[in-house]
């Protein structure tokens, strides 16, 4: 088994399809078939099964595509030790971030590594953690958030770590009764009007237990995602929303603490199994870590 035939084993499991691989390597949808059939032929055994109009991995296929990871962590692994002999850690890390935790750490992480010699390439990507399993295809890292409740990301291809604890809190208009408050029940918010972010995210998780605890369904006028216009309409007096205390940056508004409810998120960091063995992605985690460390000591 060769390790191009494997990488393109690898690809179709993080994405699905024939076509997709083939954009995704640059290659023609029958080169990749070629390739899937030749692996088959050399393991010996089905890799992959009809599912209706397409094809999908058989056991052995998903069996395989475990030790891929390995093989392929292996190399670059070996190609990340001997850049090590040449000097200092070195190479390109690509990362997806949550918008928020994007703008909270990577001020911190980003110059952090300007003279390390590993090349950060960061985008801000708005997906629920369910999510992030197939974002790996793509990215070396993956910073994402999850209420503290919530399972952590479940999968044999996928190893999460927990980065740091962000408390949630309400946010109210200077105007608002509440304002003058520095904490609040949750039956004192039972006839609000909410502000929330869209389903699936940590925010829209606590108001869901806040619902259960009070037993009123909250009234949510918007479901937005962008905090920077949650605070401005909550600055207006138009609605009420729970934000990460973090990402709070509007002057005017009064941040109450939730009372008698444990209400916060989790960042985790997300990669492959063996990714941190790279000497850079290693680099880059530990410099998430130290930002985190910064930003809850503040």
């Known amino acids: 088994m060769t390790v191009e035939r494997l990488r393109v084993l690898r690809a179709f499991a993080d994405r699905g399809t024939i076509a997709a691989v083939a954009s995704a390597l640059s290659m023609t949808p029958s080169a990749v078939s070629q390739q899937l059939k030749v692996l088959a032929k050399e393991a010996g055994v089905a890799l992959l099964e009809p599912d209706g109009r397409r094809v999908r991995l058989t056991d052995a296929g998903q069996a395989l595509v475990l030790r891929a990871d390995e093989v392929l962590a292996a190399m670059d692994k070996a190609v990340a030790e001997m850049a090590h002999y040449r000097g200092s850690p070195r190479g390109r890390v690509r990362v997806a971030l949550f918008p928020s935790g994007a703008s909270l750490l990577l001020p911190y992480v980003l110059p952090a590594m300007a003279d390390s010699g590993v090349e950060v390439i960061a985008s801000d990507v708005d997906l629920p953690p369910t999510e992030v399993p197939r974002l790996l295809a793509d990215y070396d890292i993956v910073l994402t958030h999850r209420d503290e409740r919530a399972p952590a990301i479940d999968g044999s291809r996928v190893v999460t770590r927990v980065l740091m604890r962000e408390p949630t809190d309400v946010v109210v208009a200077p105007t608002h009764p509440l304002a003058g408050r520095s904490e609040v029940t949750p039956a004192e918010l039972a006839d609000e009007t909410w502000l929330s972010v869209r389903g699936g995210f940590p925010v829209d998780d606590v108001?869901?237990?806040?619902?259960?605890?009070?037993?009123?369904?909250?009234?949510?006028?918007?479901?937005?995602?962008?905090?920077?216009?949650?605070?401005?309409?909550?600055?207006?007096?138009?609605?009420?929303a729970l934000m990460p205390r973090f990402a709070v940056a509007h002057p005017e508004l009064a941040v109450l603490r939730l009372s008698g409810v444990r209400a916060a998120r989790l960042y985790e960091l997300a990669t492959r199994p063996h990714a941190d063995k790279r000497p850079a992605i290693a680099a880059v985690l530990t410099a998430f870590e130290t930002a985190a460390r910064q930003v809850t000591a503040e």
């Open 207 to 240: 108001l869901r237990s806040i619902a259960t605890m009070t037993g009123v369904q909250p009234r949510i006028a918007q479901r937005l995602n962008d905090f920077r216009v949650i605070e401005t309409l909550v600055a207006a007096d138009y609605a009420v």
